[in-house]
């Protein structure tokens, strides 16, 4: 561990040292490393979100925000609006009412749960939410709220196929997600190809660990604790986050990942309380707030591309921050103890629900109630910046800064506490996505600790690129990834469904004759 | 088969020594008594872990419990063996007070024997130790001894 340690501190060390020589030079650092970046990652991102061929409403739509939608609605269909039909067995199976006692010990449904979403709770729910209503008005909280609850019956998707065809190796360790389930479930059905999508969406994963997982995280970090301290270069932040993941994933020490993932959830529940005390003084705001995203979710109150752009921006950010149908979720539910592959999947739909209908609402509403984005008083549209592109804001901030501003209207502390909040929400996000890039890279090259630390080793010079990026590049990359999962998991999804579909029917079935009962009284 | 049962809660240390003695004692002076002895591995099922400790769970639980039942379980359920007792020793995971009232209720034990430890940290002198709650949530009698 030590050795690891210091020789790995020590690089990180000589790569920065000259820079620091002179601050001209460094400056010059965070500006190579950014135009690097955007000229490399250009023409992935120019595909991924490249429009459809005609426009709806005057605005062009990007095909991938269709195909999340589109895939969200089939599987909500398919399985008869399972999210609302499973929403209160999914809370008894939480609670552990259905858990075996002699099974006490192992992974419970409540820890794959809170594991998941210490995944996806985090800056997707602060910045990302900031971008989308920035750009798309309150409006795009609709959509947002829209795609969410059409994205639990995705994820309940994913997550059964997660646990049914997860390995469990002779040791007693578990590995899951969709490449496991696209190479047995597609030989299970007959069907060609399941391996080739397997390596595909093994190497997208890998690209979204480093991005949305990693690069996005540390980039958000930055603005946050520069908005507080001041400004100073992003490298700076990156190497120090760099050294912290390092120490907990290849140092292998543990403390710091305990203390995170304590810390996280109460942060979570601060957040929503700071957001809910706001909404408490401003009560009376709230009926106007849920006017303005109900209106400008259909007329989209004057901002950039009208309601589209508000659907685009409220699908776009709700898929980034809940990440149903990335396949992300499935790696992670994978290793709950059950008999019933039906039951994680169950338990699991809940993630979209907390993650974006319940927080990310909540800071839309922060952000709308606060008056942070300016309204042209004489119409109620709102106006735009300079470039047109987005809301204008009080200060001119955007993404994180724009949150901060907002709930620091009803708390000047706030920034303090969110900035806190936004460091160990990124670092625990960091966490969970070397592991999902670590069992995609395993899945690729094969299990091995030379091989882990390799993929360890590229994670953290990639926390360097990210904080040292400007936020367009990183956030365009991190979508680009994360969305080209979606690609490849929906695909895979279409065809394993029947098989989740009889699962459901069975389990549900026994579920009502008795069969399986609670083993509480 | 015996009649009676007595559940005994071990804690790996001197405290759960005393209590199986004490337990001991009674159960042959009642004679026709099995002893249950116990002991718990702390857990909550809803504690929060990162995804690479959810992964190793099933491996590290099996670890603990084939550890528990070497180290502390084995000894003293030979121990007791020995004194001509009949004796059922069980390894679980999960809130101490909660498993060995779970066990007495299941079996109508006569009684539940605990050691007493001193508290430890801020929650329990808060909430009180696991003698504590057993002696207030129990539903038969608990003896614990000093």
């Known amino acids: 561990m030590n050795k690891f340690l210091t020789t790995g501190l020590g690089a990180a060390a000589a790569s920065v040292l000259p820079a620091i020589a002179s601050a001209q030079e460094a400056a010059g650092l965070d500006q190579r490393i950014n135009d690097i970046f955007a000229g490399s990652t250009g023409w992935f991102v120019n595909l991924i979100f490249a429009p459809l061929p005609f426009e709806v409403a005057g605005s062009s739509f990007p095909w991938i925000v269709l195909w999340l939608v589109v895939g969200a609605t089939i599987f909500t269909f398919y399985f008869g609006f399972i999210q609302f039909k499973a929403f209160g067995h999914a809370i008894s199976l939480v609670k552990g009412d259905y858990s075996d006692p002699d099974d006490a010990g192992e992974v419970s449904h409540f820890q794959a749960l809170t594991t998941a979403l210490s995944g996806t709770v985090g800056l997707g729910n602060i910045a990302g939410v900031a971008v989308a209503v920035g750009i798309g008005g309150p409006g795009a909280t609709f959509w947002m709220i829209l795609a969410g609850l059409l994205g639990m019956a995705s994820k309940f998707t994913e997550c059964t196929l997660g646990v049914k065809y997860r390995n469990e190796y002779p040791d007693g360790t578990v590995s899951g997600g969709p490449m496991y389930y696209m190479t047995k479930g597609f030989k299970e059905r007959g069907l060609p190809l399941g391996g080739f999508l397997a390596i595909v969406f093994s190497i997208f994963t890998i690209g979204g660990a480093l991005g949305g997982g990693n690069m996005f995280q540390a980039n958000q970090a930055h603005a946050q604790i520069s908005g507080i301290v001041g400004d100073f270069p992003g490298w700076i932040t990156g190497v120090v986050f760099a050294v912290v993941v390092f120490a907990v994933i290849v140092g292998g020490i543990k403390s710091i990942a305990q203390v995170t993932e304590k810390v996280v959830p109460f942060m979570g529940i601060l957040y929503v309380a700071a957001a809910l005390v706001i909404l408490i003084v401003e009560y009376d705001k709230i009926g106007w707030a849920f006017g303005q995203i109900w209106e400008g979710a259909f007329t989209g109150l004057g901002v950039a591309g009208g309601f589209v752009g508000a659907l685009i921006q409220g699908f776009k950010r709700a898929a980034f921050s809940n990440e149903a149908g990335v396949g992300s979720a499935a790696i992670a539910h994978s290793a709950v103890r059950t008999k019933e592959p039906v039951t994680e999947g169950v338990v699991s739909l809940l993630e979209p629900f907390i993650d974006t209908v319940v927080i990310c609402t909540m800071t839309a509403l922060v952000i709308t109630i606060s008056g ?102 990183v956030i365009d990359f991190s979508d680009a990834m994360i969305f080209a999962m979606a690609v490849v998991n929906i695909t895979a999804l279409y065809f394993l469904m029947p098989i989740v579909k009889r699962e459901m029917k069975s389990y549900f079935d026994r579920l009502k004759s008795g069969e399986l009962k609670k083993f509480v009284d | 088969m015996t009649t009676s049962t007595i559940v005994v809660g071990l804690d ?123 002696a207030v949530a129990s539903s038969v009698p608990v003896t614990i001894i000093p």
């Open chain 1, 372 to 473: 942070v984005l300016v309204m042209d008083p004489a119409t109620g549209n709102f106006m735009l910046n300079e470039a047109g592109t987005s809301i204008k804001t009080i200060d001119g901030s955007s993404g994180v800064q724009l949150t901060s501003a907002a709930f620091a209207t009803g708390f000047s502390w706030f920034p303090y506490v969110l900035a806190v909040a936004v460091v160990l929400f990124a670092f625990s996000t960091m966490i969970s996505w070397s592991y999902y890039g670590l069992k995609a890279w395993t899945y690729l090259v094969g299990e091995g600790k030379t091989k882990e630390i390799v993929f360890k080793v590229i994670f953290c010079f990639f926390i360097i690129v990210g904080a040292a990026a400007n936020l367009g590049a």
């Open chain 2, 12 to 134: 790996g240390g001197e405290a759960g020594n005393r209590a199986l003695a004490f337990a001991t004692t009674q159960a042959k002076l009642i004679g026709d008594c099995t002893l249950k002895i116990v002991y718990v591995i702390e857990w909550s099922p809803f504690s929060f872990q990162t995804s690479e400790e959810n992964a190793e769970r099933h491996k590290r639980r099996e670890e603990e419990l084939s550890m528990a039942r070497e180290r502390i379980m084995e000894p003293a359920v030979k121990a007791a063996t020995e004194m001509g007792l009949s004796v059922d020793g069980i390894v679980k995971h999960g809130d101490v007070s909660d498993i060995l009232d779970d066990i007495a209720k299941k079996n109508n034990a006569l009684q539940i024997v605990v050691g007493r430890v001193g508290l430890r940290g801020l929650k329990e002198r808060m909430f009180g130790g696991v003698t504590g709650r057993l």
